[in-house]
Nanobody, 124 residues
Framework: HVQLVESGGRVVQAGGSLRLSCAASGRSFSLHAVGWFRQVPGKEREFVAFINWNGDTTMYMDSVKGRFTVSRDNAKSTAYLQMSSLKPEDTAVYYC?????????????????WGQGTQVTVSS
């Protein structure tokens, strides 16, 4: 079992940067891939980024490529989402999720464990 807690969300101006953290409890975090998703009211939760168990495979949604970077530190049981050149359309609640070996990393139904989310607001 893995418990996830996101942190780092806040209000930031457009063009700014922010780093989100996803802290995991449980000894098996290093066996789990991590996905980052985001959701705005009235819309479905959408895939943002993915990192596999050892960090050598990453994936991004098209609109964040070149701006967001996903990483992890298994020794600290923490995954990160570094966001730069933020835009107002990046405003959302950001969630991290974990799954041992997702077949479809961008599919939210793949993931077994979810955090509670952290609010990111980008002001124009």
């Amino acid at each position: 079992h893995v418990q996830l807690v996101e942190s780092g969300g806040r209000v930031v101006q457009a063009g700014g940067s922010l780093r989100l953290s996803c802290a995991a409890s449980g000894r098996s975090f290093s066996l789990h891939a991590v996905g980052w998703f985001r959701q705005v009211p009235g819309k479905e939760r959408e895939f943002v980024a993915f990192i596999n168990w050892n960090g050598d495979t990453t994936m991004y949604m098209d609109s964040v490529k070149g701006r967001f970077t996903v990483s992890r530190d298994n020794a600290k049981s923490t995954a990160y989402l570094q966001m730069s050149s933020l835009k107002p359309e990046d405003t959302a609640v950001y969630y991290c999720a974990a799954k041992e070996a997702p077949v479809s990393p961008a599919a939210r139904f793949e993931y077994d464990y979810w955090g509670q989310g952290t609010q990111v607001t980008v002001s124009s």
